[in-house]
């Protein structure tokens, strides 16, 4: 079984600051994606950005860029320039590749709360 | 873009009574659906995978008595809770996949807005 863990419960950071959100995991998998959701109070989730495992080229979407280190089991989400709207919790997710066209659902880890104040 | 989206929004029900969620994809057919329970300031947890057309793939926990679920359609899966307690309280969460766009090229996993149940 996969394990998803983030160890930030909370982090709080200054608006245009930037700040990098830990997440670890353990798999036997060699292959496997790895997502960053955003969840605001609407509840509704986000998806912030994606890696595939077998890409050795780390992700970024605009703000968003992951450090992706597979033999560290480590895949760190910063925000870069930090907005008022980036305020949400903020879950990292793992999920198995697709076997026989199948597809299965997604391993969370507990989520970190970033609160960026104006 | 493919929408998942789950109804009620919002249910309150009395201990002893079931109660209905449902998860329509709007605009592709999901052969495969997953049903997600978030506590309070918590995660979200996998409770079962819905495939259509056969029977749930529960997680290890999950009370398959208790969480009914059926995927009778291709653009619908329900659960169900039955005898509810407080407990039971909680935010239900849907998600699917759009089988229509290969993974690698693009996210193809839609969620619900979410069903808060809370149980008198």
């Known amino acids: 079984a996969q394990t998803v863990t983030q160890s930030q419960p909370e982090m709080s950071v200054q608006e245009a600051e930037t700040v990098t959100l830990s997440c670890t995991y353990d798999t036997s998998e060699n292959n496997y994606y790895l997502f960053w959701y955003k969840q605001p109070p609407s509840r509704q989730m986000i998806l912030v950005i994606r890696?595939?495992?077998?890409?050795?080229q780390n992700a970024t979407e605009n703000r968003f860029s992951v450090n992706f280190q597979k033999a560290a089991k480590s895949f760190s989400l910063k925000i870069s320039d930090s907005q008022l709207g980036d305020t949400a919790m903020y879950f990292c997710?793992?999920?198995?590749?697709?076997?026989?066209?199948?597809?299965?659902?997604?391993?969370f880890g507990k989520g970190t709360h970033l609160i960026i104040q104006p | 873009g493919a929408v998942v989206s789950q109804h009620p929004s919002w249910v309150i029900c009395k201990s002893g009574t079931s109660v209905k969620i449902e998860c329509r994809s709007l605009?592709?057919?999901?052969?495969?659906m997953f049903w997600y329970r978030q506590f309070p300031k918590q995660s979200l947890m996998l409770m079962a995978t819905?495939?259509?057309?056969?029977?749930?793939?529960?997680e290890q926990g999950v009370e398959k008595d208790k969480f009914l679920i059926n995927h009778a359609s291709l653009t619908l899966s329900t659960l169900t809770v039955t005898s509810a307690h407080p407990e039971d309280s909680s935010f239900y969460i849907c998600?699917?996949?759009?089988?229509?766009?290969?993974?690698?090229?693009?996210?193809?996993?839609?969620f619900g807005e979410g069903s808060w149940l809370t149980v008198v």
């Open positions: 890696q595939e495992a077998y890409k050795q």
């Open positions: 819905s495939n259509e057309g056969s029977k749930a793939t529960y």
């Open positions: 605009d592709f057919q999901a052969t495969t």
């Open positions: 998600s699917a996949r759009d089988p229509r766009v290969r993974f690698f090229s693009g996210n193809t996993i839609y």
């Open positions: 997710a793992f999920m198995k590749p697709e076997r026989g066209g199948g597809a299965d659902g997604l391993t």
